[in-house]
């Protein structure tokens, strides 16, 4: 436990300090340029530091492999599609549960991978944003109730937690908003059900955006899954009111990205009226 808890301390403070000295040294290169061309660098510097940290394409596309294979039939091909992008054994699955694990991936990191980022840096900058994949990668490696890692990762798991209070639950609100604004999406059942279901998981936030998910589509999700050869009981999300299909995972994409955009709507609503604020 005390070796994990210095692997949290150095690896937050390694990707606070390098990313901070990077930036620190661009700015004085980019002192050094004539007219706006010094403004412009570290802009474009900035921005190709931030895309680093965001998934959503890497989601997308690693998802609609999966959907791709169930698509032409081939099971055996999306089961190894999907053992790509979730931790879960894969083996047990079937169409059906290839299906619900992709779906539940892309629910899950949205929040991870997309929103919170995005939260961090619109908050911090660039630096915010690394020391949150810092910590978010940490839990991911190690972050296991297992015997291996349970004391090894319980610095990062609990670090984890408190750094996704609020971006996993921005992220199920955006997702209900997006349900409702979004042709074929259920936003009426994706606010029940987030409201209902979102603490149904042994993690504080990982069912936040599950819930919503559920919800929007109209599928239960989660319930039993192997880990490591080990059967791990769940509850359900959501209600079981239709067949999981391909498209779901279409479909959920599509509530990643309109989330993405409602986000950078809603940030650019902010700043402006914070500048509306500060030249009153």
């Given amino acids: 436990r005390t070796a994990g808890l210095l692997l949290a301390v150095l690896m937050c403070g390694f990707w606070t300090v390098v990313p901070g000295l990077l930036l620190a040294a661009l700015g004085g290169f980019a002192l050094h340029l004539p007219g706006r061309a010094g403004a412009c660098f570290l802009l474009a510097a900035e921005s190709l530091m931030c895309y680093q940290l965001l998934a959503a394409k890497d989601l997308c596309a690693e998802s609609m492999k999966v959907c791709r294979s169930m698509e032409k039939g081939d099971v055996e ?16 699955l079937d169409g059906s549960g290839i299906l619900r694990a992709a779906v539940e991936t892309v629910a899950e990191n949205a929040s991870d991978g997309v ?82 279901d979102r603490f149904n998981h042994a993690s504080p936030n990982s069912a936040q955006s599950e819930a919503a998910c559920a919800g929007a589509l109209g599928l239960r999700l989660a319930g039993d899954a192997w880990y490591f050869g080990t059967l791990c009981s769940k509850p359900y999300i959501g209600d079981d009111r239709r067949a999981i299909e391909a498209a779901d995972v279409r479909r959920i994409n599509r509530l990643m990205f309109g989330a993405q955009l409602l986000f950078l709507v809603l940030w650019a609503g902010v700043l402006a009226l914070w500048a509306a604020a500060l030249a009153l």
Avoid: H, W
């Fill in 115 to 196: 929103i919170a980022p995005m939260l961090y840096i619109a908050l911090l900058g660039p630096v915010g944003g690394y020391l949150y994949k810092a910590v978010n990668t940490m839990d991911s490696m190690v972050g296991y109730k297992n015997d291996r890692y349970r004391e090894l990762g319980r610095a990062a798991a609990k670090l984890d937690d408190l750094v996704n209070l609020i971006p996993s639950r921005l992220t199920g609100l955006l997702f209900c908003a997006c349900a409702a604004l979004l042709p074929g999406f259920d936003g009426r059942g994706a606010f029940e059900v987030f409201c209902r």
């Fill in 77 to 92: 091909q999306a089961r190894g599609d999907v053992s790509m992008i979730v931790g879960r054994d894969t083996a047990p």
